[in-house]
T-cell receptor
Framework: SQTIHQWPATLVQPVGSPLSLECTVE??????LYWYRQAAGRGLQLLFY??????ISSEVPQNLSASRPQDRQFILSSKKLLLSDSGFYLC???????????????FGPGTRLTVT | AQSVAQPEDQVNVAEGNPLTVKCTYS??????LFWYVQYPNRGLQFLLK??????LVKGSYGFEAEFNKSQTSFHLKKPSALVSDSALYFC?????????????FGKGTKLSVIP
């Protein structure tokens, strides 16, 4: 079966510091990968998605970036955190076939980021 | 553009009573519709999806959802609520055949099941 891991689970960082959040998927190959941010325990905002190694699409311009160095690894980074970057960050994966397919996304446990 | 509306921020229901969490959507073409549940400080868990075919979709934990094309709705239902069903529920939509992988999520409905 497939599993998705995220770490760290919680993180407290000062404003201006760098960020690196990691997500890995097991039990599947060539997945689509996604980064979401959830603010105030409610709506989800898609930040980035990737359909393959080195292929990153950004949905929202901001001071965050994403990379996919390996097939099942997805990293969210920032060079300098802002207070507004605080939130709950969720990684997700789906079967990566064609854009028209209805494959559901499966979410990781999330990382709670607090920028102080 | 695609969108989802969950008109109720919170739904309260007594244990053992039927529950309904409402969702309406807007897409240009045919929709793919999803329901997810989120427990506090956890990731979202997939419950069920509608692609095509039977309008009544059955999912995990006894949940089901009814697709109504004329009303552009996809309400989540359960015949008998449990206290453990208390959580945050999200409806999501994507247009079939669209050039984007993006799921559009509603803002979520907090379900409280009262013992």
């Amino acid at each position: 079966s497939q599993t998705i891991h995220q770490w760290p689970a919680t993180l407290v960082q000062p404003v201006g510091s760098p960020l690196s959040l990691e997500c890995t998927v097991e039990g599947t190959s060539n997945p689509n990968l996604y980064w979401y941010r959830q603010a105030a325990g409610r709506g989800l905002q898609l930040l980035f998605y990737s359909v393959g190694i080195g292929q990153i699409s950004s949905e929202v311009p901001q001071n965050l970036s994403a990379s996919r160095p390996q097939d099942r690894q997805f990293i969210l980074s920032s060079k300098k955190l802002l207070l507004s970057d605080s939130g709950f960050y969720l990684c997700a994966w789906s079967v990566g076939v064609y854009r028209g397919t209805a494959y559901e996304q499966y979410f990781g446990p999330g990382t709670r980021l607090t920028v102080t | 553009a695609q969108s989802v509306a969950q008109p109720e921020d919170q739904v309260n229901v007594a244990e053992g009573n039927p529950l309904t969490v409402k969702c309406t959507y807007s897409v240009s073409g045919n929709p793919y519709l999803f329901w997810y549940v989120q427990y506090p400080n956890r990731g979202l868990q997939f419950l069920l999806k509608y692609i095509t075919g039977d309008n009544l979709v059955k999912g995990s934990y006894g949940f089901e959802a009814e697709f109504n094309k004329s009303q552009t709705s996809f309400h989540l239902k359960k015949p008998s609520a449990l206290v453990s069903d208390s959580a945050l529920y999200f409806c999501a939509v994507r247009e079939s055949g669209a050039g984007s992988y993006q799921l559009t999520f509603g803002k979520g409905t907090k379900l409280s099941v009262i013992p």
